[in-house]
Structure formats: structure tokens, C-alpha cells
């Protein structure tokens, strides 16, 4: 099986359909959370999904979008477009993320937004916290998202090594212990302002990157044109 791995794509509908596009012919969908937030087309992207049969978990996003306590912790403009995202997103969007559970794991995969410590908010962004999030589970792959990096941590006997996956990487699993993060389809935080997004083949078992180039001035458009926060449509431009 092919299986696009998509995380953070916080209503970028643009970035997801390149995105889409580009991974080609795939068996499933998975997502990672944060599909809502910060971006202009939350009832889009979650049809898109829907239609996809795409399964995952929430995302500290999504569950904000549905009311909860989150929004209080976010960042000015976050927070703004949360309020946007709230009061638009159809009955049918609610429906769906109501859905998606915290965690999730199929077969050796288990699929946390942050970490499989805390799935609402650990960013997990070094070698530690891997380690710790890795024992948490009894799987041997987790697949993460929320830091927006492309990111791989694998246990090597005991010691955590990093890798930073760039487009075309690939990562062959081969029952030693790893975290890995697609990194972000709607808004990228490496510098690299390109979609970001990963699939496994799980007949080779391997893990490959893709980067893919997108309308960003389509998606500033759509921002704009519903008011969403001037710095939110500014930072798609530099992948920050
Ligand atoms: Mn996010």
C-alpha cells in the first residue's frame, strides 16, 4: 500500500490539491491533525478529506475549532483566525473533526498530532523527547506532526540520532524505533515556504519526502479576502 501522509494542512486547500496531485496514485489517506486553522478554506479542505476517506487524529487546531480551552494559549493572530475559523466552518466540518480521535494505530504506525505523551501540545523537536514519546508506545513507528519540520528521530541501540529529511528523501523502516514528521502541507515552518508531506509504501517499507511548489499568492488572496491576519498571510511567503 501507498499512503500519503499529510499533516498541518490548516485549511490551505491550494497546498493540499498540489500537494494531492503531485504524491499521485495512493491507496489511503492519513492525517496528522491541525487540518483547520490559520488557513481560508476549512469546509474545502475537511470535504476534500472526507471524500478521500481520509482517517487521523486531532490536532490542537481542530479541537479549538470546536470550542475547546486551546484558543486561550494561541498567539494573537492564531487566536484570530481561530475565532474566524469558528464562527465559518459548516456543521458538517464539526461533524467530521468530532471525529478524529487523539490517537490512533494501525498496524506498526501509531499517529499522534504533538507526541504519544501529550498528542495536544508537545512539540517534539530534539532527541529527548523523542526518546521519551518512542517509549510511550508499543509500536515501533510513530508518525507526528504540529512542529511543521520535516523531522526523523531513530532509536540506533539506544542512542537517538536526527535526521532532516529534504524532497526525494527517503527512510527505510527496518524495525529499529522512529519518529517521523512529514512536516506541514499549508504552512511550512522550515524556511522552505513549499508544501511539505511524506507517503509510505509499506511493501518497501520506507518513508519518502516530498516538497512540492503551490499557488501561495492564491491562498494570500483567499486570506486576505476574508480578513484573516496580515503576518499569517505574510510568513507563507518565507515558509516561517
Ligand atoms: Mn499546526
Redesign the pocket.
Known sequence: MRIAVLS?I?ANLRALEVVLATLGEVDAVWHLG?VV?YGPDPDAVVERLRGLGAIGVC?N?DTAALGGPEIAYFNVDARRAMEWTRETIAPTTREWLTTQPERRSESDFSLVHGSPRDPTWEYVTTAPAARLGLEFVTTPYVLN??T?LPLVFRDVDGLVETITPADGSVLRLDGRPVMANPG?VGQPRDGDPRASAMVLDTERSELRWYRVAYDIAGTQAAMRAVGLPARLIERLDHGL
Open positions: 498541518d490548516h491541525d486553522g490536532g487546531h506532526g504540529h511543521h506541514s
